[in-house]
């Protein structure tokens, strides 16, 4: 089994009860990062999430070894569940609240019972509301949330991103907050509830959507690949795609940098983007503006690959990203100076998982272990008696 000797962790000390479904999963997983002790509290034969595709019975669903690494795992049947809650600080719930309720998870009966607890109730509409109790998918959620509308071609339907990417979005806001209480929590002594809507938190992840609307009256669609304006949108390049941004509305900042790049590379055609029309927003955001940048820019690109592109555009402060593939990213210099990919064993094997999205100085915040085997730290009630 695959360990990692790793410093004590900022949240060392920190029990957390993890009663998720896979909508609330990866919140435990980013606070077992951070240090603290996350007890998965499963039903006989585990959560639905570990044998899921693409694994199935064959073995632990990837996605459940990715939110479950470093996590513990105890049988319901096994633990007295309010004596377990009395030696925690924060519990993890994502289920809607009629089924809290069924449960005795809801919020109003935990609170009453121990006070001094952190409550994330992560959920897909909230505690409150019409939709409250409404099924959900990651797709609806999406949907609900906008961020299906952006993505995909305006000429056809939304297409949802690979994944399950409302897990992940739930699961950084839910850790957020659950830092935000558990300070409050050691500063006051004080418990709460976080009520987290994973429909408000995909809202809270549109890019500047809102901002076009507050700022310009503009509703964001769908763009595919096309740029939203001149110099702004994915390009064509010798290995694959780049994305630029000269400028998002107003004047294009970047635009003189690109310009200069160009024309030190020998691109004298670029010397026809010095005309005032390109500080126009209306000219670069025509079809044939947009057209006019594209033949100039690729026909620049198409020689040279999306790293050195990026490596010559960052240099010149110019805001320029290589599209990257899986393959990419596994052999990325910056990645792996950042030890960002970490190996944990799943099922025997070890396997490459990406780590946590943040870095602490002093301390190595990472998964400690792979995914739990179902029921490892159980210990069978003995009759009478309560663990």
């Known amino acids: 089994m695959t360990n990692h000797a790793i410093a004590v962790g900022p949240l060392h000390g920190v029990r957390v009860v993890d009663l998720t479904t896979g909508l609330g999963a990866y919140t435990g997983r980013l606070l077992s990062d951070l240090g603290a002790e996350v007890i998965r509290v499963e039903p006989e034969g585990g959560v639905q999430e570990r044998r899921q595709p693409p694994h199935g019975d064959s073995g632990l669903s990837l996605a459940f070894a990715f939110t479950e690494a470093g ?54 509409y909230g505690l409150t509301g019409p939709y409250a109790d409404r099924p959900a998918s990651d797709l609806t959620l999406l949907a609900a949330g906008g961020l299906l509308a952006l993505a995909g071609d305006p000429d056809r339907e939304p297409v949802r991103a690979w994944g399950n990417q409302t897990t992940i979005i ?59 304006e001149s110099g702004t949108g ?30 030190d590379n020998g691109v004298t055609e670029a010397d026809a983007l010095r005309g005032e029309e390109w500080q126009e927003r209306s000219w670069r955001r025509s079809t044939e503006g947009s057209a006019a940048f594209r033949k100039i820019f690729e026909g620049f690109a198409r020689t040279r690959t999306k790293v050195g592109l990026y490596e010559a555009g960052q240099s010149r402060g110019i805001s320029i990203a290589p599209v990257s593939t899986p393959a990419d990213l596994l052999e990325s210099p910056q990645l792996a100076a950042r030890h960002f990919f970490r190996t944990i064993d799943v099922d025997g094997q070890d396997l490459r998982f990406p780590g946590s999205p943040y870095r602490f100085t002093g301390a190595t915040v990472a998964p400690r272990c792979g995914p739990p085997a179902l029921g490892e730290m159980s210990e069978p009630k003995s009759e009478g008696n309560n663990p």
């Open 170 to 228: 739930g699961g950084v806001h839910g850790a957020a907050a659950a830092l935000i209480a558990l300070h409050s929590l050691e500063t006051t002594g004080r418990g709460q509830v976080v009520d987290l809507s994973v429909q408000e938190a995909v809202a809270h992840s549109l890019e500047n959507a809102a901002q076009y609307l507050d700022l310009e009256g503009i509703v964001r669609s769908r763009v595919g690949a096309g740029p939203v």
């Open 234 to 263: 994915l390009f064509r390049c010798a290995d694959g795609w780049i994305y630029l941004v000269g400028g998002l509305g107003g004047r294009p900042l970047a635009w003189s940098a690109i310009v200069d790049w160009l024309l």
């Open 71 to 124: 996590k513990r795992s105890v049988l319901d049947d096994d633990i007295d569940l309010e004596g377990l809650l009395g030696t925690a600080q924060i519990l993890l719930t994502s289920d809607g609240p009629a089924t809290l309720r069924a449960r005795g998870l809801h919020p109003d009966d935990v609170t009453g019972r121990h006070p001094g607890l952190v409550h994330v109730s992560i959920s897909p």
